[in-house]
């Protein structure tokens, strides 16, 4: 079984800071990974994964995230916020693959503060 | 390429009734995916269609079903519908074969609310 779980329903973060959002995982195999950003009144977009590949994932629009398996965690990061990266942001993992099923954390909502 | 689409987008039921929702995947992909995401929580995995077969399934009751159509759209149907049911449904599709995953694309998702 897999599980995840994302410290923090709620981030707030001034324009120009830096983005983190936290993600732990539980997994009995060697999990893929997942961020997706959610705006409002639309589904989910991908912004990176873990394959097992490097550890240090580089996604879309900035975001990096780091794979630790000491820490079971996949923190996403941002150097440098924007207005637009206000959103919802859900941390996934599976077992099996990208298009598999797929278990998704509780969410957290980003709030950028001009 | 067209994206996955879903309609309607917003539905309003009655507590018993049935409804069917409906998904056109994204060109070229074969695997489609369901998923309930109630207010304010993650999404949850309903089942998966793989070549019109179900290929895993959620913990989701029997009430809960699907169909995966030769041109690869799909349908969620949920019947006796109880107010807890009330939720964004999002489908998503993929490419899978051959040893390659393309991973989801997503559609926007179908708003269904049980009164």
């Known amino acids: 079984a897999q599980s995840v779980t994302q410290l923090g329903s709620h981030v707030s973060v001034s324009e120009g800071a830096l983005v983190l959002l936290r993600c732990n995982y539980s997994s009995s195999v060697p999990p893929y990974l997942f961020w997706y950003v959610q705006y409002p009144n639309q589904g989910l977009q991908l912004l990176l994964k873990y394959t097992s590949a490097a550890t240090l994932v580089k996604g879309i629009n900035g975001f990096e995230a780091e794979f630790k398996k000491s820490e079971t965690s996949f923190h996403l990061t941002k150097p440098s916020a924007h207005m637009s990266d206000a959103a919802e942001y859900f941390c996934?993992?599976?077992?099996?693959?990208?298009?598999?099923?797929?278990?998704f954390g509780s969410g957290t909502q980003l709030t950028v503060l001009p | 390429e067209t994206g996955v689409t879903q309609s309607p987008t917003h539905l309003i039921k009655t507590r018993g009734q049935q409804v069917t929702l409906r998904c056109s995947s994204q060109?070229?992909?074969?695997?489609v995916s369901w998923y309930q995401q109630a207010l304010g929580q993650g999404p949850q995995f309903i089942f998966q269609?793989?070549?019109?077969?179900?290929?895993g399934r959620g913990n989701f009751p029997p009430r809960f079903s699907g169909l995966q159509f030769p041109n690869y759209s799909s349908e969620l149907n949920v019947n006796a519908l109880e107010l807890d049911d009330s939720a964004l449904y999002l489908c998503?599709?993929?490419?899978?074969?051959?040893?390659?995953?393309?991973?989801?694309?997503f559609g926007s998702g179908t708003r269904l609310t049980v009164v």
């Open positions: 996934a993992v599976s077992l099996s693959g990208s298009a598999r099923q797929l278990t």
């Open positions: 998503a599709s993929s490419l899978v074969g051959g040893g390659w995953d393309y991973g989801y694309t």
């Open positions: 269609y793989y070549r019109e077969e179900e290929n």
């Open positions: 060109s070229g992909h074969n695997t």
